[in-house]
C-alpha cells in the first residue's frame, strides 16, 4: 500500500495593483504625480512582501476621488479584473484614508484593500528580526491600525494573515482600542529606554570617525558594507533586506606602506523608499540614531537605475527630515557594471559613442557639490578609490 503524502505548500497570494496619476501643489504651481516605473517598484514591494502581481490598473486624475481614490469608470474595470483574476488584494499605491478603504471594500466585496503603507509596514514586520526592530514595526503598525480599527477587523473576520496582516493586527485581542493605546504607550516608552542604552554605547566607543551608509532602498549598502568591513552580513537583492543599524569597526591601511592606516566606525541603516510612511520614520528614528550622530554620510545609489535623479532627491529629502542633511557626504555610484551593460544593449554603434565615466561622473559632482565614486560592490570594481575617499575624510 502506497503511503500518502501531504503538501504542506500554501498558496501564493495575487495582486492587482492600482496606481493614479493627479496633480499636487509644489509651491511653483503643480505637477504630474505618477510614473511607470512607480508600479513596477510597488510590483516589487509586492513580491518582497511573498505575493505576486497579476494585473496592473492606471488612470489619469485632476485630484483623486475623495470617496474611493479612483473614478467610477476605473472602480468598474476593477470590478471586471476581480471577477476575471479573484485577487487576493487589491494594492493602491499611495496611502488611502480610513474612509476611502471602507468604501472601496464596499464596493469591491471579498477582496483585501490595503495601500502603499500598510504594505510597506507588512515587509517591514515580516524582515525585522531583532527585538528593537519588531517592537519598531509593532508600534507604527498600531499607530496605522488604530484609526482603521472598524475597518480592519472586518477584513480580519474573512481573511486571516497573508500579506497586510502581520503583526499586531493578528491578534484579535489587538482589535480592542483602549489595547492599543495601551500598547502605544508601552511600545513608545521601551524604544525610549533602548535609545538611552544606544546613548550610552555610542559615547562609550571613543573619539573614532564615524561613518554612515544610507540611501535608497537595494541600492547595494549591505554589499559595500562587508566589502569594507571583511564581514558576511545579509545582502540580498530585494527591498528592505536590512533593518536594524550595524556597525562594524573598520580599518583602513595606507597606500603608502610606510603610513600607518586609519581605523573608523561604520554603520549600515534601513534603506529609504519614495513615500516611506511617517509612521515608519518615526518610529526607526532610535535606529537611525547611528545615522543621526556619523561624522561623514556615504551616500549609495543605483547607477542603473532610471528613476536614480529622483532616488537620490528622496534620500536627501528623508535625511533632511531626521535631521541629518546637511553632513558631510561621499556620493557612491553603485552597479556602474549593470548601467554600462544597459547602454551598450541600446546605444546605435554607428551614431552613439561609448559610454564617457569621467564626464559623468564631472557632471555629478559638479550638480551635487560633492565627491562621486563609481564602483561596483558585486564585482569588487574601483573599491579602492572608495577606500581612498574615506581615508581623505580620516
Not at 213 to 233: P, Q, R
Request: positive net charge.
Amino acid at each position: 500500500m502506497k503511503s500518502k503524502t501531504f503538501s504542506t505548500a500554501t498558496k501564493q497570494e495575487t495582486a492587482i495593483l492600482v496606481g493614479v496619476s493627479y496633480k499636487i501643489p509644489t509651491g511653483i504651481g503643480e505637477k504630474v504625480q505618477f510614473s511607470d516605473n512607480y508600479l513596477d517598484e510597488l510590483e516589487s514591494l509586492v513580491m518582497t512582501a511573498g505575493a505576486r502581481t497579476v494585473e496592473k490598473v492606471q488612470q489619469k486624475l485632476e485630484y483623486p476621488d475623495p470617496r474611493t481614490f479612483i473614478g467610477k469608470g476605473k472602480l468598474e474595470e476593477l470590478k471586471n479584473l476581480k471577477d476575471i483574476y479573484e485577487p487576493d488584494m487589491i494594492v493602491f499605491d499611495e496611502e488611502l484614508t480610513p474612509s476611502q478603504i471602507r468604501n472601496l471594500g464596499d464596493e469591491l466585496k471579498d477582496v483585501k484593500i490595503i495601500d502603499r503603507s500598510a504594505l510597506i509596514l507588512d515587509i517591514f514586520a515580516k524582515n525585522a528580526k531583532t527585538a528593537q526592530a519588531k517592537m519598531q514595526v509593532d508600534l507604527a503598525q498600531c499607530k496605522y491600525l488604530l484609526p482603521r480599527l472598524t475597518r480592519m477587523w472586518t477584513h480580519l473576520q474573512k481573511q486571516k494573515g497573508g500579506v497586510g496582516m502581520r503583526g499586531p493586527g493578528e491578534k484579535e485581542i489587538e482589535t480592542d482600542r483602549r489595547v492599543i493605546r495601551d500598547n502605544i504607550t508601552r511600545l513608545t516608552a521601551k524604544l525610549k529606554d533602548i535609545e538611552k542604552q544606544g546613548i550610552v554605547q555610542r559615547k562609550n566607543r571613543g573619539a573614532l570617525k564615524r561613518f554612515a551608509l544610507v540611501g535608497y532602498t537595494n541600492a547595494g549598502k549591505s554589499t559595500i558594507m562587508n566589502l569594507l568591513s571583511g564581514e558576511k552580513l545579509l545582502a540580498e537583492d530585494k527591498l528592505f533586506a536590512t533593518l536594524d543599524a550595524t556597525v562594524r569597526k573598520v580599518y583602513l591601511p595606507n597606500s603608502d606602506e610606510n603610513l600607518h592606516g586609519k581605523t573608523f566606525l561604520l554603520s549600515d541603516t534601513v534603506g529609504f523608499i519614495r513615500k516611506l510612511p511617517t509612521l515608519l520614520i518615526e518610529s526607526f528614528k532610535s535606529t537611525l540614531a547611528e545615522a543621526v550622530e556619523a561624522d561623514v554620510l556615504i551616500h549609495v545609489a543605483d547607477f542603473s537605475h532610471p528613476q536614480l535623479a529622483e532616488h537620490i532627491q528622496i534620500v536627501k529629502n528623508t535625511l533632511l527630515e531626521i535631521g541629518m542633511g546637511n553632513k558631510p557626504t561621499i556620493l557612491v555610484f553603485n552597479k556602474v557594471d549593470k548601467f554600462l551593460l544597459e547602454y551598450e544593449k541600446t546605444r546605435d554603434k554607428n551614431f552613439d559613442p561609448p559610454m564617457d565615466l569621467e564626464k559623468l561622473k564631472k557632471i555629478w559632482i559638479a550638480k551635487e557639490n560633492t565627491p562621486v565614486v563609481l564602483i561596483s560592490a558585486t564585482e569588487k570594481e574601483n573599491i579602492a578609490e572608495l577606500k581612498e575617499r574615506i581615508y581623505s575624510f580620516l
